[in-house]
């Protein structure tokens, strides 16, 4: 079995960066990076220092459910190319640790599946998680804040 890690839909990201209403029905905001660190939710690259970037609450679900968690991201302000779309671990992952979370068909929970993964075994990690059947996909989050990064889908 093979994984694919997968970003935000270019779509989305595009209205955003045009000023579109997030999750809370915001604007993002505009800010300019001084520190490096801070990961594109959809080139899934770190944005670096005097770079021009949005922070803005996602919720990476189709619709509102007591499962469907929201919280912060950040994109680039500027338009980027879409990451992701490989077996390869993103850049941008780089922190020591991940949370790792099973999702079936409904967008809730798998139970049982949730896992934090050192950043190495987050393929390995994946791989363990998708042998339950009833997951459809997995989020990677931060081990620290719970931020969603990105998306894991079985090949």
């Known amino acids: 079995m ?44 770190l944005i670096e220092p005097g770079q021009e970037f949005l922070t803005l609450a996602h919720r990476p679900f189709p619709a509102p459910q007591p499962y469907a968690e929201l919280g912060p991201i950040f994109l680039h302000a500027q338009v980027c190319d879409r990451g992701g779309g490989t077996d390869q671990l993103p850049a941008f992952l780089a922190s020591p640790r991940y949370i790792l979370r099973g999702y079936g068909a409904d967008d809730r929970i798998v139970y049982g599946t949730g896992t934090i993964a050192s950043t190495p075994e987050i393929a390995a990690a994946a791989e363990h998680i998708f042998a339950d059947a009833a997951v459809r996909y997995i989020h990677v989050r931060s081990a620290s804040n719970n931020c969603y990064h990105c998306r894991i889908d079985r090949v």
């Open 2 to 45: 093979g994984i694919r890690f997968s970003a935000l839909e270019t779509d989305l990201v595009r209205r955003l960066q045009a000023g579109g209403g997030d999750a809370n029905g915001q604007s993002p905001e505009r800010r300019i990076a001084d520190s490096d660190g801070l990961p594109c939710r959809h080139c899934l690259q």
